[in-house]
């Protein structure tokens, strides 16, 4: 079985921005894959390629739409597809740059995303069933995932002076997916009504994963909103925190700036308070990526504590750097991006590594989303149990909480 057709063009992301959409075709089945986009991005990701011209502001990719329809579909139209290592393996090859900064790691995921659904549809399998067959995970080892829905925005996700840049919830309680969709939706909207009471209606507006970004100026405001609607939600207990803290965006000259400066030692005494004072049980990117003895710091403290350390920026999604984490006790998990790597395999070695090493793996989205719900399959098939998803608003994140309903109804075990 041959690729018969491989086509790209560019489409719109969840910000109205440029990004790749890649058809691969074995004679008339046709499978379609959509690239998201990051805003805090690591500095070690996979490069995205843009072509910095007059359209879009300079974000258009018509260049990586050009390199899938020429150099990749001229090399891969007649290839193979029910190898999906060694279709990876290709397009690696073919660019030949360590961040895939020649084709772009845009062009590159699309066509290996586009192929692994291509392979699924020709089979007659669910897409998590092919991908679980990948990462080798077997039927047995299959789970719906707790969804971590950012419901406060903050960072570059919001245009509040609040420096954090998500405030989650995860309904760890929950018996089923379906029960867990509905208290995170449930939750939210007790606080959207909270927030307009204590903010006014403008406050209610919402960032780009689709949480509330009412004008906070510190971490405390908005747990103590969101403690406050998980209680009135009637969910105390069995909803807990999460936080995505995106340090890189407010480190400089080695100083931190939230509501003051604080050295990289104070910044660890201040998230202990924090983990103390609210129920939280994960924290990512606590510190900036190159901040490695804090990172090690408060691992060792939070550990004690029951809170998973989450590497992003630290991690992007990279083998080298995970294992580097690993032997260094960096921290406790990985957030799998997969657009941060770059192929459908190197995400899937990456998130067998971290759990190889006892780490919990979040398979999570980006801010500037799709409509393709690629991830949710992806979750299911590593049985990794955690999604980071948004907010059950806009579509480009509701099309993934409602793929995962689905997914249900093949009596996959929660979590």
Not at 119 to 133: S, T
Not at 254 to 262: A, E, I, M
Request: glycine share 8%; net charge positive; with cysteine.
């Amino acid at each position: 079985m041959k690729i018969t057709k491989l086509y790209a063009r560019q489409v719109l992301d969840s910000r109205g921005n440029p990004t790749v959409e890649v058809e691969a075709w074995f004679n008339h089945i046709r499978a379609t894959a959509i690239v998201p986009s990051g805003a805090s991005t690591g500095k070690y990701e996979a490069l995205e390629l843009r072509d910095g011209k007059k359209d879009y502001g300079g974000k258009s990719v018509l260049k990586a739409v050009d390199h899938v329809n020429t150099t990749i579909a001229k090399r891969l139209v007649g290839m193979e597809f029910l190898d999906q290592k060694a279709i990876d393996e290709f397009l690696i090859s073919l660019d030949g740059t360590k961040n895939k900064g020649k084709l772009g790691a845009n062009a590159i995921l699309g066509v290996s995303m586009a192929v692994a659904r291509l392979a699924a549809k020709v089979r007659h399998e669910e897409l998590y069933v092919y991908l679980g067959e990948l990462a080798g995970t077997g039927k047995k080892n299959f789970r719906m995932p707790i969804p971590f829905a950012n419901i406060i925005n903050g960072g570059k996700h919001a245009g509040s002076s609040l420096k954090i840049q998500e405030f989650m919830i995860a309904p760890v309680g929950a018996r089923t997916f379906a029960q867990a969709a509905q208290m995170c939706a449930e939750t939210y909207h007790v606080l959207k009504g909270l927030v307009e009471e204590k903010y006014g209606k403008s406050a209610t507006n919402v960032g780009d994963e689709g949480g509330f970004a009412p004008q906070l100026s510190t971490p405390e405001e908005a747990l103590e909103l969101i403690t406050a609607a998980i209680k009135k939600a009637g969910y105390r207990g069995r909803i807990k925190i999460a936080i995505d803290a995106a340090a890189s965006e407010f480190y400089a000259n080695g100083l931190y700036t939230l509501d003051r400066p604080y050295t990289p030692q104070e910044l660890v005494e201040y998230w202990v308070r924090l983990l103390k004072q609210y129920p939280i049980i994960s924290l990512e990117d606590p510190f900036d990526q190159d901040d490695v003895d804090s990172f090690a710091r408060l691992t060792a403290i939070a550990g004690k504590m029951k809170v998973i350390i989450i590497g992003d920026d630290l991690l992007v999604s990279n083998p080298e750097r995970i294992q580097a984490a690993i032997d260094k006790r960096l921290c406790t998990g990985l957030l799998l991006k997969v657009n941060q790597i770059g192929t459908v395999t190197e995400a899937i070695s990456a998130a067998k590594l971290a759990q190889l090493a006892g780490w919990i793996v979040m398979v999570s989205h980006r801010s500037g989303e799709t409509e393709d719900t690629f991830i949710a399959d992806l979750a299911v098939a590593l049985g990794c149990g955690k999604i980071k998803i948004g907010a059950p608003c806009r579509t480009d994140r509701v099309c993934k909480y409602n793929r995962l309903l689905r997914i249900q109804d093949d009596k996959i075990p929660y979590k």
